[in-house]
T-cell receptor, first 115, second 113 residues
Framework: SAVISQKPSRDICQRGTSLTIQCQVDSQVTMMFWYRQQPGQSLTLIATANQGSEATYESGFVIDKFPISRPNLTFSTLTVSNMSPEDSSIYLC????????????FGPGTRLTVL | AQSVTQLDSHVSVSEGTPVLLRCNYSSSYSPSLFWYVQHPNKGLQLLLKYTSAATLVKGINGFEAEFKKSETSFHLTKPSAHMSDAAEYFCVVNGDSSYKLIFGSGTRLLVRP
C-alpha cells in the first residue's frame, strides 16, 4: 500500500486569495487524483493529475480555478484560486498503481475554510 | 456509465448487534468495488475491495462484503458492532479503464451503547 501525506492539514483563508495543497506519496505511483468533499457530502473527483502533462478535469471543474501540477511520480499540487466561501471543503488526494492492483489510497485531507 | 447507490443515509445499531450497510451499483464494465470508511476529522481508509477473485470479500476490523451480480449489490456486513465502528462509510465503484472512482453518497453508522 501507499502512504500519502498532505500539507497543510487545514487552513483558514480570505476570499480572493489562493492556496496550494501538496500531496506526497512514499512510493512511485501511476495514478494520482484530487477530490473535493463539501461539508456533509460525499467525494467528487476534481481531476486526474497526469505526470508531465496537463491534468484531466471533470465536468464542472476548470484549470483556471484548480490548477494542478505533477512533476514526478510521487508528488502533486492542487491550487484553489481566487477563493470564495463556496470553496470551503476538504480536499483529498488519492494515489495508486494499476499493476498488480488498481487500489487507491487516500491522504488525510486538507480542511479549507474561506472567510 | 458507472454509478453507486447507498440505500441508507443513516444506520443505527446497538453495540454487539450485526451491521448491514447496503449498496447497489451500476456498471457497463466488470467493476471493481470498494468500501472505504471515514472517521470524524480523518481521511479515508480502505476497508475491502472486490476484484472478481471471490464473491465474498473479507476486510479489516471484521467487516466483509458479498458481491452479487444478479442483484447488482455489494452490501457491507459485520457480525457484531463496536463503538469504534461509528463513522461514515462509502461504497465506491471503479468500472472503466480510467481508474476514476465513483463514490456513493455515504452511510453514517451510529453505534449505541
Amino acid at each position: 500500500s501507499a502512504v500519502i501525506s498532505q500539507k497543510p492539514s487545514r487552513d483558514i483563508c480570505q476570499r480572493g486569495t489562493s492556496l496550494t495543497i501538496q500531496c506526497q506519496v512514499d512510493s512511485q505511483v501511476t495514478m494520482m487524483f484530487w477530490y473535493r468533499q463539501q461539508p456533509g457530502q460525499s467525494l467528487t473527483l476534481i481531476a486526474t493529475a497526469n505526470q508531465g502533462s496537463e491534468a484531466t478535469y471533470e465536468s464542472g471543474f476548470v484549470i483556471d480555478k484548480f490548477p494542478i501540477s505533477r512533476p514526478n511520480l510521487t508528488f502533486s499540487t492542487l491550487t484553489v484560486s481566487n477563493m470564495s466561501p463556496e470553496d470551503s471543503s476538504i480536499y483529498l488526494c488519492s494515489a495508486g498503481t494499476t499493476i498488480p492492483t488498481d487500489t487507491q489510497y487516500f491522504g488525510p485531507g486538507t480542511r479549507l475554510t474561506v472567510l | 456509465a458507472q454509478s453507486v447507490t447507498q440505500l441508507d443515509s443513516h444506520v443505527s445499531v446497538s453495540e454487539g448487534t450485526p451491521v448491514l450497510l447496503r449498496c447497489n451499483y451500476s456498471s457497463s464494465y466488470s467493476p471493481s468495488l470498494f468500501w472505504y470508511v471515514q472517521h470524524p476529522n480523518k481521511g479515508l481508509q480502505l476497508l475491502l475491495k472486490y476484484t472478481s477473485a471471490a464473491t465474498l470479500v473479507k476486510g479489516i476490523n471484521g467487516f466483509e462484503a458479498e458481491f452479487k451480480k444478479s442483484e447488482t449489490s455489494f452490501h457491507l456486513t459485520k457480525p457484531s458492532a463496536h463503538m469504534s465502528d461509528a463513522a461514515e462509510y462509502f461504497c465506491v465503484v471503479n468500472g472503466d479503464s480510467s481508474y476514476k472512482l465513483i463514490f456513493g453518497s455515504g452511510t453514517r453508522l451510529l453505534v449505541r451503547p
